[in-house]
């Protein structure tokens, strides 16, 4: 799958994010559209925000009120209305439905989205389950998914891991934190999609996993490790300083082949100064890289020099 994205290059498919029409742009949104969207658990229940509309082998980032105007609530209107189902997943399985009751709008994100919540049906084995995708139940019925089998890591991912942060912050001219263990804020082992493990892993430098003012000597190391031949080496390094780009603290969210081409997409949950955003990572040509970023979160200001001392 390739993500229409900014300012990242966008390969095969050229770059796709201007607006068509603004208006009439939004006039266009209408079942069957397919759509991916994230969802969280959270003291009222679950609650689904859209990532973007699904297109093919890519997906159209949610386009602002400046660029589209009418664009959220045309897709809250005709794609969440009250009433539509959506097939839950996680950890790469069908875990439930939910179906929408009610919409709001959800403005922690640097675009603001639609929020559905509604009436969820979980199977009795993902009922402990936080982090969802969901898509409309037109579009998953003809994906492929896995049983319901969320991973646990172990002691040599948990190591695997660290010895890789070692290796990486030194060659980004990093200061390392005190305690690897400690400034590790984010952990998730998983499998890709030819069943090989691998682990999800973000470390911080004067940083924490949340919204938040940026420490000018602040960074975010995000590490996705494969195994390879019994040993875990680094399949893609995201290295973010806050000074020179801005806080921008991405984890794992999910992970889902979406559009059904047998490649895994992962999405990722950053967190910036003043709002979050979302990134996707994806294996191209036996290469991970990191394909989309809301252009919002991407274009964050630098965090302010330090005060003199």
């Given at each position: 799958m390739c993500i229409s994205c900014t300012p990242l290059p966008c390969l095969p498919r050229p770059h796709r994010t201007t607006a068509v029409g603004r208006r009439s742009r939004a006039a266009s949104?209408?079942?069957?559209?397919?759509?991916?969207?994230?969802?969280?658990?959270?003291?009222?229940?679950?609650?689904?925000?859209?990532?973007?509309?699904?297109?093919?082998?890519?997906?159209?980032?949610?386009?602002?009120?400046?660029?589209?105007?009418g664009y959220?609530?045309?897709?809250?209107?005709?794609?969440?209305a009250p009433g539509r189902?959506?097939?839950?997943?996680?950890?790469?399985?069908?875990?439930g439905t939910f179906t929408v009751q009610e919409v709001g709008t959800d403005e922690s994100f640097c675009t603001a989205r639609p929020r559905a919540r509604g009436v969820v049906e979980l199977l009795p084995d993902a009922a402990a389950a936080t982090h969802f995708l969901?898509?409309?139940?037109?579009?998953a019925k003809?994906?492929?998914?896995?049983?319901?089998?969320?991973?646990e890591t172990d002691r040599i991912q948990r190591a695997a891991g660290i010895n890789l942060a070692a290796e990486v912050i030194p060659q980004n001219g990093a200061s390392r934190p005190p305690s690897l263990v400690e400034a590790r804020g984010d952990l998730r082992a998983l499998r890709t999609a030819n069943g090989q493990p691998a682990v999800s892993t973000t470390f911080m430098f004067r940083?924490?996993?949340?919204?938040?003012?940026?420490?000018?000597?602040?960074?975010?190391l995000y590490l996705l490790a494969t195994s390879q031949g019994g040993q875990y080496r680094a399949a893609y390094v995201w290295y973010r300083e806050a000074a020179r780009e801005g806080k921008g603290t991405p984890r794992y969210f999910q992970k889902l082949d979406w559009d059904d081409d047998g490649k895994t997409e992962l999405l990722l949950e950053v967190m910036g100064e003043r709002s979050r955003w979302m990134a996707i990572v994806e294996e191209?040509?036996?290469?991970?890289?990191?394909?989309?970023?809301?252009?919002?979160?991407?274009?964050?200001?630098?965090?302010?020099?330090?005060?003199?001392s």
């Open positions: 949104l209408s079942p069957p559209t397919p759509f991916s969207t994230m969802g969280v658990r959270d003291s009222a229940g679950i609650y689904l925000v859209p990532v973007g509309e699904v297109q093919s082998d890519s997906l159209l980032p949610f386009r602002d009120e400046r660029s589209a105007p959220r609530a045309a897709f809250a209107r005709q794609l969440m189902r959506l097939t839950l997943f996680s950890a790469g399985a069908h875990v969901a898509l409309p139940e037109e579009l003809d994906i492929e998914y896995a049983p319901y089998q969320p991973l940083d924490e996993m949340r919204v938040q003012p940026a420490e000018a000597r602040s960074y975010s191209l040509d036996n290469e991970w890289t990191r394909t989309f970023e809301d252009a919002c979160g991407a274009a964050a200001a630098p965090a302010p020099d330090p005060p003199p």
